[in-house]
């Protein structure tokens, strides 16, 4: 999230009320960064956002432009010194930094840097940018950053603070979402529209993907990266499918709209008879009510979720996965008991929470479950920003639909097609599949570090 404003606010204030709607896309550390009296203050602690920036709603810190930043890791490890926004001083002054993405040729620029005699910091990739910027004899900070990114591949969004400016660049393919909007006297820029739209911002437009945006005050001033030829985009389809809040627009399409539809298409090439649709809550909560209309088959409340635990998909340890799923689902007795239950979940990574939530809809009565997916099988590692597990630890590289089933305990197991799920965007072309298809859009040069493959 970033702020500009062409007076001084309490720019950490509203960064905080930001992060709190970005708090689903990561809840490893939050942090902030803004610019005041000359100089680039900042802040970060592990943990969420209630609780690592809550100090920020009780103190005065008038500023005028700012950045925060909500952290999952896809590379380095939950660390404070990997958390974010990074600040240093270098040859350019003070640089704030905010990435959300990952850099799919960090580990050989990052050789090429340690080499040469730079020392990390941290063990994540966005460091690197920076590094790049300060040894960049390019003679201002825009043309340097504009350079630095000709050498960076993969996915990623900025936001960077420097000399009292808002920078925001997205990448050529658009791996990522970043938008913008504004509201009286601000220019705000964030990862989902939900954020945005808290602040009741207008005029809401997504950054495009190889554009940088320069915000001063109110002021915007917008140019595409010099790039040799224009590659085609290639949005994260898991984004639509998981990783975004449902009442956000992402990519200009309505991320429940698009996993409603996701659940109809699903519902469409099914035979099974049931009594309930349920979902697993809250990321199978669109997909179960497309499933349910295109199916006939009416919808439940089945699981009931404490909204006070994390999301188990993006919390980093097995032990932390295993033991949250029967603190954040629990089954609705009265609903479930006899009923043969069609129960549908966005996707199937390493089948640990599937076999749990069979377990609990067994143990509450179902007579028959059947796990549906709103999405193809994982079977790729992705390199851009999404922390989906080895190829050895996903599940579908192992076992068909049947064995899946049998593994987890359901009656039947069924996929989401990858021609269905690219029937319900209007534009597949522009999709980045590769964790569902292994095609990749971007080569990779490097696998992330600690990835076992
Ligand atoms: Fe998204 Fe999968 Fe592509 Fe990663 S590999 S960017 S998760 S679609």
Do not use: W
């Amino acid at each position: 999230m970033g702020i500009s404003s062409d007076r001084e606010v309490n720019i950490p204030e509203l960064l905080f009320y930001g992060l709190f709607s970005l708090q689903h896309r990561g809840q490893e550390s939050a942090g902030l960064a803004y610019h005041r009296q000359g100089r680039i203050k900042s802040y970060r602690s592990v943990g969420m956002v209630a609780n690592a920036l809550s100090h920020y709603l009780s103190d005065e810190h008038p500023s005028r432009v700012g950045i925060g930043h909500v952290r999952y890791s896809t590379q380095g490890t939950n660390k404070l010194e990997n958390a974010q926004p990074i600040v240093v001083s270098c040859s350019k002054g003070e640089i704030a930094l905010a990435h959300n993405g990952n850099i799919s040729n960090s580990t050989e620029l990052q050789k090429k840097l340690v080499d040469e005699g730079s020392i990390f910091q941290s063990t994540s990739d966005t460091e690197l940018l920076l590094h790049l910027v300060a040894r960049s004899r390019q003679p201002t900070f825009r043309e340097a950053l504009i350079e630095c990114l000709g050498v960076i591949e993969g996915a990623y969004c900025f936001l960077l603070v420097h000399d009292e400016k808002l920078y925001a660049v997205r990448d050529p393919h658009g791996f990522r979402p970043l938008v913008m909007g504004t509201r009286e006297g601000q220019v705000l820029i964030a990862s989902e529209t939900c954020a945005l739209e808290m602040f009741e911002a207008r005029d809401i437009r997504e950054i495009e993907p190889g554009e940088m945006v320069i915000v001063q005050g109110t002021r915007v001033t917008s140019e595409r990266l010099p790039l040799p030829s224009p590659p085609h985009k290639a949005h994260c389809i898991f984004e639509l499918i998981y990783f975004a809040r449902p009442d956000s627009t992402v990519y200009a399409r309505s991320v429940h709209m698009a996993r409603k539809k996701m659940g109809e298409m699903l519902a469409r090439a099914d035979r099974v008879k049931a009594d309930i649709v349920i979902a697993v809550p809250d990321s199978g909560n669109s997909a179960a009510l497309g499933y349910s209309a295109a199916s006939g088959i009416p919808l439940e409340q089945g699981l009931t979720r404490n909204h006070y635990m994390g999301r188990t998909f993006i919390q980093p340890t097995a032990a932390m996965r295993e033991s949250g799923v029967r603190m954040k689902l629990h089954p609705v007795r009265e609903a479930i008991a006899g009923k043969r239950v069609i129960v549908v979940d966005d996707s199937l990574v390493r089948g640990t929470t599937s076999r749990q939530i069979v377990r609990l809809l067994r143990e509450a009565g179902a007579r028959e479950v059947h796990l549906r997916l709103s999405s193809p099988p994982l079977r790729d590692p992705c390199y851009y920003g999404i922390d989906i597990p080895t190829r050895e630890e996903l599940i579908s590289n192992h076992l068909d639909p049947v064995g899946i089933a049998k593994e987890i305990d359901a009656d039947s197991v069924r996929f989401l097609s990858l021609d269905d799920l690219l029937r319900c965007v209007e534009t597949p072309e522009h999709f980045c599949h590769a964790c569902f298809s292994g095609r990749y859009p971007v080569a990779v040069r490097d696998a992330p570090a600690g990835r076992k493959e």
